[in-house]
């Protein structure tokens, strides 16, 4: 098992920055990658931000790229989301979730809230 702790998030008026910090512990050597979801009032989880633990393989949803950035560190485990520009339009539910090797994204994290006010 794969136990997942976001944190990071918050309130912040609109163009300003937070940055969101998803833990990883456990059998952490059974995902290859990392992924970021959000999920609105209202609306279906959406994909956010992915990246590969060797950090070669990076993906975002079109409505962050160049705002949103995905990082990770190996070495502590945590994967991050710096998030620039924001909009009202980004308020969601976060979550941090790890991909196995079968594709699918397996572990959950519980979310953190973003709330970007106009």
């Known amino acids: 098992q794969v136990q997942l702790v976001e944190s990071g998030g918050g309130l912040v008026q609109a163009g300003g920055s937070l940055r969101l910090s998803c833990a990883a512990s456990g059998r952490t050597a059974s995902t290859y990658a990392m992924g970021w979801f959000r999920q609105a009032p209202g609306k279906e989880r959406e994909f956010v931000a992915s990246?590969?633990?060797?950090?070669?393989?990076?993906g975002y949803t079109g409505s962050v790229k160049g705002r949103f950035i995905i990082a990770r560190d190996n070495a502590k485990n945590t994967v991050y989301l710096r998030m620039n520009s924001l909009k009202p339009e980004d308020t969601a539910v976060y979550y941090c979730a790890g991909r196995t090797t079968s594709g699918e994204y397996v572990y959950w994290g519980q979310g953190t809230q973003v709330t970007v006010s106009s």
């Open positions: 990246i590969t633990w060797d950090g070669n393989t990076i």
